[in-house]
């Protein structure tokens, strides 16, 4: 049997060769085992490079873990060579060596030196400071100076001034205005109104909400700096330009809404407001249009009642821009709904709160500017300056603060403190004498009713069922109209209109009296913001109205608050007063919607809408009614058309006949005296003929 051998071993003894072959076979077995050794070094190399990677590897993966491995220890029949157990070796003797590095690292005494804080710069380097030096740093720097004329010290002011006035106009609201007025008069302003300006800007630019707040601030200051009010209207006026020319919307808005709010404070002139009016509607677009509307809302109150005629102008150009029809819809609604909220004078847009009403009429100081003339911002006046006369201007400023503010001044800061601790303690004692009384101004139960009687809506079978169920919730007093307005809304929300949301309102009006009243708020309010509504909802409110009306559930009277003319009508409302007429046509018949048309007792309810005032309204019902199908209900409105000049010459007549009673008279005496002497003669000539 055959044995094989390793590639290292020598051939058996078994082999024999022949004495020709014999030193051939040697040279080949001694080069192909010199080839074999150097294979066998390679991979020797190979597994010791291996070892050591793997070695490190695992060294570095039991510091992580903490823990260690116990060594292997090499099987006595794994037939290891020497040269493995010299590569074992070597790697135990690096792994112990990592570990001592490892330790030594790690050992608490040795402890690296932490490098020392930077020092704190003694000035503020650059345009801006660029470094932030805390509040005490800055007073002890303040203290420390003792040249007060220095460009150092005036700096430090400078900075000191900025930091005050941007705090004090970004804290600023409705409800502390009264208290900063005289914090913002004690910093220095005539030194920093640029700065002052700068932080107003940029406050409403950030928080348009707070304009008015702003416009009241600078009205104040109005008073007494007219300077300060001046450069920063030329500010907001050059940023509204700047805004037009590179179609900015967002600035641009904010830019009218602050002069809007300046007019409404009489800082500026309503000559200017016209003039951004007109050059905003010159060339309409839709953003300009848009941007005009707001400008009108925010100021349409002051302008009512400062140039009525110039702002009818301006609703004239307005009313033109919309006939053209040249604008997107949403524009087009937004115009319609301006002209409602004027009709409504301006309510729900005041010119000022009352709480910002802080400048009295006498005080006030007007400036006047316009477009086109050439405007300086003073830029210059945002930036740090050294002024040779310091000294004097902060004690002329000293002075100046003492004639605005008073001289009671220091003493009521130092009384304040003993003030405020006592009526801490007497606000103690009350407390503890009086309940506290928590009111919830999140509206939750208001929600819950709400949310409640939308489900008895929606969940009833039937009318009736619907009413038992609204009837059995308690609500407290002020709160049926609730029930009246989610009625209402859930028949708006429909499709198409469903008559269980007129019977259900039918049956609570004949219920109660106050449902009824409270239906007819609902009419007002309904057909004031008409205009807001999608077609789908105006249709569906319109027939519920004509359901009640149709059933006398609702009073007619309600209609007097509809005027039929061509100025105080929209697109909106003529819409609703045809879908209400035409449901109550079909409802009641023609002929007794004429009746109750024409019942003398209900002809001032109906004025506004068969208007008799003039000939133009007059016309405009009868071809309105007649251009819906109804013109059979305007046949009174026609005859009264019709013999208009009639009664315009009989009520001339009585005027004409008082001045002519004398003349007439007279003409009267001389007739009758003619006729009896004509009839004497007659009766003379008579007898003769007899006679003869």
Same mark, same amino acid.
């Given at each position: ?37 150097? *294979?066998?070094?390679? #991979? ?14 695992? +060294? ?27 590569? #074992?070796? *070597? ?13 030594? #690292? ?9 490098? &020392?804080?930077?020092?704190?710069? *003694? ?84 928080? &348009? ?32 330009? #700047? ?126 500017? +316009? ?9 210059? /006046? ?37 003030? +405020? ?62 029930? %009246? ?26 219920? %109660? ?86 019942? &003398? ?25 007649? +251009? ?6 305007? *046949? ?10 009639? /009664? ?45």
């Amino acid at each position: 049997m055959l044995k094989f051998g390793k590639v290292d071993d020598p051939p058996p003894q078994s082999a024999r060769f022949s004495n020709g072959d014999d030193e051939d076979s040697r040279r080949a077995w001694r080069s192909r085992a010199s080839d074999d050794e150097k *294979e066998a070094d390679r #991979r020797r190399r190979r597994a010791r490079s291996s070892d050591d990677e793997m070695d490190d590897r695992r +060294s570095k993966r039991d510091r992580g873990l903490h823990h260690r491995h116990s060594r292997r220890i090499p099987r006595p029949d794994s037939g290891s060579s020497p040269d493995s157990r010299h590569r #074992r070796d *070597e790697s135990s003797r690096r792994r112990a060596e990592g570990r001592g590095r490892e330790e030594r #690292r790690s050992s608490p005494d040795r402890k690296e030196p932490t490098p &020392p804080p930077p020092p704190l710069p *003694e000035m503020i380097p650059g345009r801006t400071g660029g470094v932030y030096i805390p509040p005490f740093r800055t007073a002890q720097m303040l203290r420390d100076v003792e040249d007060k004329a220095s460009p150092e010290y005036q700096r430090l002011t400078w900075d000191a001034l900025k930091k005050s006035i941007n705090g004090l106009v970004n804290k600023v609201n409705a409800t502390n205005i009264k208290n900063l007025v005289p914090e913002l008069f004690a910093e220095n302003l005539v030194r920093g109104r640029g700065l002052f300006c700068q932080s107003c800007v940029k406050s409403q630019m950030a928080s &348009p909400g707070f304009t008015d707040v702003l416009a009241a601030l600078v009205a104040v200051v109005n008073t007494k700096f007219p300077e300060i009010g001046r450069l920063l209207l030329v500010r907001v006026m050059l940023q509204l330009k #700047r805004a037009f020319k590179r179609n900015d919307k967002p600035q641009l808005l904010a830019a009218t809404k602050f002069i809007a709010h300046l007019v409404n404070q009489v800082v500026v002139h309503e000559v200017v407001a016209l003039e951004l009016l007109a050059v905003l509607l010159e060339n309409p677009t839709d953003d300009s249009v848009e941007v005009a509307v707001g400008f009108v809302k925010e100021c349409g109150a002051i302008l009512q009642d400062l140039t009525p005629q110039g702002l009818h102008a301006m609703f004239e150009r307005f009313r033109g821009i919309l006939h053209e029809g040249e604008i997107d819809k949403r524009v087009q609604f937004l115009i319609e709904g301006l002209f409602a909220i004027r009709k409504a004078k301006f309510q729900g847009f005041p010119a000022i709160r009352p709480e910002l009403d802080l400048v009295e009429q006498e005080d006030k100081c007007t400036h006047d500017m +316009s477009f086109e003339t050439e405007l300086d911002p003073e830029t210059n /006046l945002n930036v740090f300056r050294v002024n040779l006369n310091f000294v004097e201007d902060e004690k002329a400023y000293v002075n100046l603060k003492k004639s605005i503010l008073g001289d009671e001044l220091d003493e009521d800061e130092e009384g304040f403190d003993d003030a +405020s601790d006592d009526e801490d303690e007497e606000e103690s004692d009350d407390e503890d004498d009086e309940l506290m009384e928590i009111r919830d101004k999140t509206e939750t139960n208001l929600i819950n009713l709400r949310r409640t009687i939308y489900l008895t809506i929606m969940s009833s079978v039937d009318f009736e069922e619907a009413g038992h169920k609204l009837l059995k919730i308690k609500l407290e007093p002020g709160q049926e109209m609730e029930l %009246n307005i989610m009625l209402l809304e859930c028949c708006s929300q429909e499709r198409t209109y469903l008559r269980y949301y007129g019977l259900l309102g039918q049956r609570l009006c004949m219920i %109660n009296n106050v449902f009824q009243e409270n239906f007819e708020t609902c009419f007002v309010q309904q057909y004031s913001m008409i205009h807001r509504l999608e077609t789908n909802k105006l249709r569906n409110v319109a027939k519920f109205f004509a359901h009640l009306l149709g059933t006398d559930a609702l009073f007619w009277h309600v209609l007097a608050y509809i005027r039929l003319t061509e100025e105080d009508t929209t697109a909106s409302s003529r819409i609703f007063i045809k879908i209400l007429f035409q449901e109550l046509s079909e409802h009641l018949g023609i002929h007794l919607l004429n009746e109750r048309l024409n019942d &003398p007792n209900m002809q001032d309810s109906f004025e506004s809408v068969f208007p008799r005032d003039h000939p133009k309204n007059t016309r405009f019902s009868i071809n309105f009614f007649t +251009s819906i199908g109804l013109g059979g209900i305007t *046949e009174s409105l026609r005859d009264y058309l019709k013999n208009m000049p009639r /009664l315009i010459m009989q009520q001339q007549k009585p005027a004409s006949s008082e001045s002519e009673s004398g003349g007439e008279s007279s003409d009267s005496g001389s007739s009758s005296e003619l006729e009896s002497s004509s009839d004497e003669s007659d009766k003379k000539q008579s007898k003769r003929r007899k006679r003869s």
